[in-house]
């Protein structure tokens, strides 16, 4: 029997896990987004940082990364870089090739959009560059609008999107 479309993204949502960062996890995380850095972009110091360091500079600075597993095998990831009580940026946002576009990504950043919320954040933000329409289009969809890049962390960073959160949310 051939499944509907429906069904398979039924039967990938019940298989899917959004678990919280452990040591275990660091190559995973750091091989998924060197995928997607070097496919578009030059890999850069503070991407270096990041990425061999991540229980160092997001989970030990307050901040957090989310690993998507699916069937005990990780398929993505995405952090939480804390700059504030309650302003934290999202970063390093990956899936893996074979699974773009099955709605990992999409279930990432709503677990991390409400990990965020736990974590008292009024704001989030997001450096993004334009050469990723796809995650610029699923950031618009879930609620972040575009605002003007002030920060140059980033050489690729081109756009800048935030998503804030009402008091009575």
Not at 109 to 125: C, Y
Not at 139 to 159: H, Q
């Amino acid at each position: 029997m051939v499944k509907s479309k429906d069904q398979k993204q039924a039967d990938l949502d019940a298989r899917l896990r959004i678990v919280a960062f452990e040591p275990s996890h660091a190559e995973a995380f750091r091989d998924l987004n060197l995928d997607w850095i070097e496919e578009y972009f030059v890999v850069e110091e503070l991407d270096r940082k990041h990425l061999d360091f991540p229980q160092e500079s997001f989970v030990d600075t307050g901040g957090a990364i989310l690993m998507a597993e699916l069937d005990g095998r990780v398929v993505g990831c995405c952090a939480l870089l804390k700059h504030s009580d309650n302003v934290y940026e999202v970063s390093k946002m990956a899936v893996m090739r074979e699974y773009r576009g099955t709605g990992i990504g999409k279930r990432l950043l709503r677990a991390v959009i409400e990990h965020a919320r736990s974590m008292g954040a009024r704001r989030l933000e997001i450096i993004s560059s334009t050469r990723l329409p796809p995650a610029i289009e699923l950031y618009k969809k879930t609620g972040f609008v575009e605002v003007p890049l002030e920060s140059d962390a980033y050489a690729r960073g081109n756009i800048a999107l935030e998503l804030r959160f009402n008091e009575a949310d």
